[in-house]
T-cell receptor, first 112, second 111 residues
Framework: NAGVTQTPKFQVLKTGQSMTLQCAQDMNHEYMSWYRQDPGMGLRLIHYSVGAGITDQGEVPNGYNVSRSTTEDFPLRLLSAAPSQTSVYFC???????????FGQGTRLTVV | GENVEQHPSTLSVQEGDSAVIKCTYS??????FPWYKQELGKRPQLIIDIRSNVGEKKDQRIAVTLNKTAKHFSLHITETQPEDSAVYFC??????????FGAGTTVTVRA
């Protein structure tokens, strides 16, 4: 039982490049979400999904896309990276939004 | 949407003393209030949570209290130890499936 697996752990992008952050969970959780963590701002919700085929925007969705084709996977796509997207990204999954969230190890992304 | 405010942003305590972190929320429909601990370079992990039908919950040295009328909840850590040094986040969730986090409190336990 691996829990929530997030890759890569570190990434450096040039402005304008695109990339996909991968997230997979093996706990059969319906609810998955992506957060970004910036100093002094806590964890801000980017996008979330309540089940396969269903996604919705969180607090800071601009510049990011998501899809949920399976229960296990919830990738986050950066369409055209900007320096403002330099951050630590966490994927999380839970049975519901009002139950314990399990986080991935995080991705430290730097956009230059 | 939900807005969660957390205070203080930093907290330094002497080992063995107590630490208290306070959070307020805006959405009266919020009904789930977890607390997460994040050690340096690690992922956040749940340490305790409380639901709106409960006023207080304890787990060893950690306790959480909830005041629904005032829309605030607090984390209490007693007999602090060096391993309690970390960043602590409060959060709130309602039926809209969104979990909103506070900005975090960096707790330092001085030996």
């Amino acid at each position: 039982n691996a829990g929530v697996t997030q890759t890569p752990k570190f990434q450096v992008l040039k402005t304008g490049q695109s990339m996909t952050l991968q997230c997979a969970q093996d706990m059969n959780h319906e609810y998955m979400s992506w957060y970004r963590q910036d100093p002094g701002m806590g964890l801000r919700l980017i996008h979330y999904s309540v089940g396969a085929g269903i996604t919705d925007q969180g607090e800071v969705p601009n510049g990011y896309n998501v899809s949920r084709s399976t229960t296990e996977d919830f990738p986050l796509r950066l369409l055209s990276a900007a320096p403002s997207q330099t951050s630590v990204y966490f994927c999380a999954s839970s049975y519901r939004a009002d139950t314990e969230a399990f986080f991935g190890q995080g991705t430290r992304l730097t956009v230059v | 949407g939900e807005n969660v405010e957390q205070h203080p942003s930093t907290l330094s305590v002497q080992e063995g003393d107590s630490a208290v972190i306070k959070c307020t929320y805006s959405d009266s429909a919020s009904n789930y209030f977890p607390w997460y601990k994040q050690e340096l370079g690690k992922r956040p992990q749940l340490i305790i949570d409380i639901r709106s039908n409960v006023g207080e919950k304890k787990d060893q040295r950690i306790a959480v209290t909830l005041n629904k009328t005032a829309k605030h909840f607090s984390l209490h850590i007693t007999e602090t130890q060096p391993e309690d040094s970390a960043v602590y986040f409060c959060a709130a969730s309602s039926d809209d499936y969104k979990l909103s986090f506070g900005a975090g409190t960096t707790v330092t336990v001085r030996a």
